[in-house]
């Protein structure tokens, strides 16, 4: 989604938009989640929202998602997701993906799964499907949420308040973001292969 689409809702509606577009990302409807989030801390570094709204407005978003995704995979089950997921871009294979992933790490993918696009939007539902008890889900998902939330925001925050970075030119440091974030999974890919082939030449 472009900078231009969706900027002027963020300085027209502030703090309901931010909490419209945190939840839309985690059920699966595309927004634009990291991108927003380091540019609310631009926004709040620029004095144009304030900082405990926006954390609360993006955290309270992003937690309302986390439970509506789980209710959806709870109450309506795999066949309904396998259905319907397609138009939240939860297909087949991802869907195929995910059951594995979240057999093997569980708890783990509800804490950290924010960080991946992808498994964030999957694992709820996965953790709905696979009944999950509710109370450590809400939880890990309160945590794996806020430990998303927090971090890149104040990341923006404390670029925009040490950095001068127009708002204009806020597309190419999303780019710039993205571009990192590409080259860390590249580099913790290799890892896990050499580990991988570490442990073959053991055996």
Same mark, same amino acid.
């Given at each position: 989604?472009?900078t231009?689409v969706w900027?002027p809702?963020?300085?027209?509606?502030g703090y309901v938009?931010?909490f419209?577009f945190?939840?839309?990302?985690?059920?699966?409807?595309?927004a634009p989640?990291?991108?927003?989030l380091?540019f609310?801390?631009?926004?709040?570094?620029?004095?144009?929202l304030?900082?405990?709204p926006?954390?609360a407005s993006?955290?309270g978003?992003a937690m309302?998602?986390?439970?509506?995704?789980?209710?959806?995979g709870r109450?309506?089950?795999?066949?309904?997701?396998k259905?319907?997921?397609?138009?939240?871009?939860i297909t087949?294979e991802?869907?195929?993906?995910?059951?594995?992933?979240?057999?093997r790490?569980?708890?783990?993918?509800?804490?950290?799964?924010?960080?991946?696009?992808?498994v964030r939007?999957?694992?709820p539902?996965?953790a709905? @499907?696979?009944?999950f008890? $509710?109370r450590?889900f &809400? *939880?890990?998902a309160a945590? =794996?949420?806020?430990g998303w939330v927090a971090?890149?925001m104040?990341?923006?925050?404390?670029?925009?308040?040490?950095?001068h970075?127009?708002l204009?030119s806020f597309?190419? @440091?999303g780019l710039?973001? $993205?571009?990192?974030? &590409? *080259?860390?999974?590249?580099i =913790?890919q290799r890892?896990?292969?050499n580990?991988s082939?570490?442990?073959?030449?053991?055996?």
């Open positions: 989604m472009e231009g900027l809702y963020v300085q027209s509606y938009t931010l419209l945190l939840f839309c990302g985690i059920v699966g409807i595309p989640e990291e991108s927003l380091f609310v801390g631009l926004i709040v570094a620029k004095e144009q304030l900082l405990w926006s954390l993006c955290w978003g309302t998602g986390m439970v509506a995704a789980y209710g959806a109450w309506w089950g795999a066949p309904f997701m259905k319907y997921g397609k138009y939240v871009g087949d991802r869907w195929g993906r995910a059951q594995l992933w979240f057999r790490y569980g708890k783990w993918g509800i804490l950290f799964g924010c960080y991946a696009p992808g939007q999957i694992c539902y996965m709905g @499907v696979s009944r008890p $509710f450590p &809400l *939880l890990l945590l =794996g949420t806020a971090p890149l104040f990341v923006g925050l404390l670029l925009g308040r040490h950095v970075i127009p204009v597309p190419l @440091v710039a973001l $993205f571009l990192l974030f &590409l *080259l860390a999974a590249w =913790g890892r896990r292969k580990l082939k570490a442990k073959g030449c053991d055996r």
